[in-house]
């Protein structure tokens, strides 16, 4: 038995797809949902793929053929949303009303049944031999792009909002790590997305079959590295995931008029308590503390003191850390020590602060701040 080139990479394509899914569903991690939606995600890829190598080993009806190509079409976009709900948010559950994501998926199936599934096998034959001469072809074919589209800009909305969320009640980095990971997923899922419609669009204008096998190698190669980038975020980064609350909701809008004296309180008990020593301080602890209400604490803080709770925190945080790097009885602490002290955990975060506060880097400030002493 031989093998094309388009059948020995979907194969390799497929192999690499299912070692990650065993992965994903023996893994030990609190985000167990997140991994099994993500699982089903890629064993619907797989049982795509399988479609380039699968009819030299088995045979199947014109109407499971069908079932196959659409169900999974239809399936795909709706559960790799859920997916990005279920890694943004912590407390992500499956609701009933997630059943109108597949309202699309009904829409197809109802629109092929008078002149596909209500005919012989002989039409059916017809149909898949004329595929794209079909009208009710090139209108599913289209429809499932387009709502897939709908679907991977409403994650990347989602993910925007997300940012929005974890700036207005977060004072570290961490919270934002999942955030890069699902953007760089999601546009690796657009442009893989944009590689299949080029394909067909190309195969429905000319339908040159050279021309669209090298369309389908560059999308199986795609594919390849694709499931090798996934295999380096679970080698390199097995802890990506970290959601937040669904039921924190951005603040929108102007504030109201706010006395003076509840900022000053704020400001008084951040430099007298040092709350912001506290790495996983957030915007809930701390109105816990002030005995303010979290969602009247986020007004004060982003539209009365115009800054976001991240840049309010950390302001504070690097404030503390230019006057332990200009203290002479402490020049002997690293820079990493004093990160530590003043409530980052991550090198890059303090970096990135600290410059923004300062135009300057840590090391940089203490060295301005030691040559200074000897003027």
Not at 69 to 81: D, F, N, S, T
Not at 230 to 253: D, H, M, R, V, W
Not at 328 to 340: A, F, G, R
């Amino acid at each position: 038995m031989t093998f094309t080139i388009i059948e020995l990479l979907s194969i390799l394509t497929v192999f690499l797809f299912s070692f990650f899914v065993m992965y994903l569903v023996i893994a030990e991690t609190s985000k167990k949902l997140s991994n099994l939606i993500f699982a089903t995600y890629l064993m619907i890829i797989i049982l795509d793929f399988s479609a380039y190598f699968y009819p030299k080993f088995i045979t199947l009806t014109y109407t499971v053929e069908m079932l196959r190509m659409e169900v999974l079409a239809g399936l795909k976009a709706p559960v790799l949303y859920l997916y990005v709900l279920s890694v943004l948010y912590d407390d992500f559950k499956i609701k009933i009303k997630y059943l109108l994501f597949f309202v699309p998926l009904s829409i197809t199936l109802v629109v092929l049944i008078p002149d596909f599934f209500n005919v012989s096998a002989r039409k059916q034959a017809l149909f898949f031999q004329n595929f794209y001469d079909q009208p009710e072809a090139v209108f599913i074919t289209f429809f499932a792009y387009i709502v897939g589209y709908v679907f991977l800009f409403a994650g990347l909305y989602q993910i925007k909002r997300y940012q929005k969320i974890v700036k207005q009640n977060y004072s570290n980095l961490n919270a934002l790590v999942n955030c890069v990971w699902l953007k760089q997923f999601l546009i690796i899922i657009i442009i893989g997305t944009t590689i299949t419609l080029i394909k067909n669009m190309y195969q429905l204008s000319y339908d040159d079959i050279e021309i669209t096998n090298n369309l389908r190698i560059l999308f199986l190669l795609f594919a390849i590295v694709f499931a090798s980038w996934l295999f380096s975020k679970a080698l390199l980064a097995p802890k990506t995931f970290q959601g937040i609350n669904a039921s924190l909701l951005p603040i929108k809008g102007k504030a109201n008029k706010i006395e003076d004296e509840n900022v000053k309180r704020i400001e008084l008990f951040m430099k007298e308590k040092e709350s912001y020593l506290d790495p996983s301080l957030t915007l809930r602890k701390l109105g816990v503390q002030l005995n303010i209400p979290p969602r009247e604490l986020s007004i004060l803080i982003n539209q009365h003191i115009g800054k976001h709770f991240f840049d309010f925190v950390n302001e504070y945080r690097v404030k503390k850390a230019m006057e332990t790097l200009r203290n002479t009885s402490l020049q002997k602490k690293t820079i990493q020590e004093i990160m530590y002290d003043v409530g980052f955990n991550s090198k890059n975060s303090f970096n990135t602060a600290f410059k923004k506060h300062t135009n300057l880097t840590p090391t940089q400030y203490k060295k301005n701040a030691g040559s200074q002493l000897f003027e």
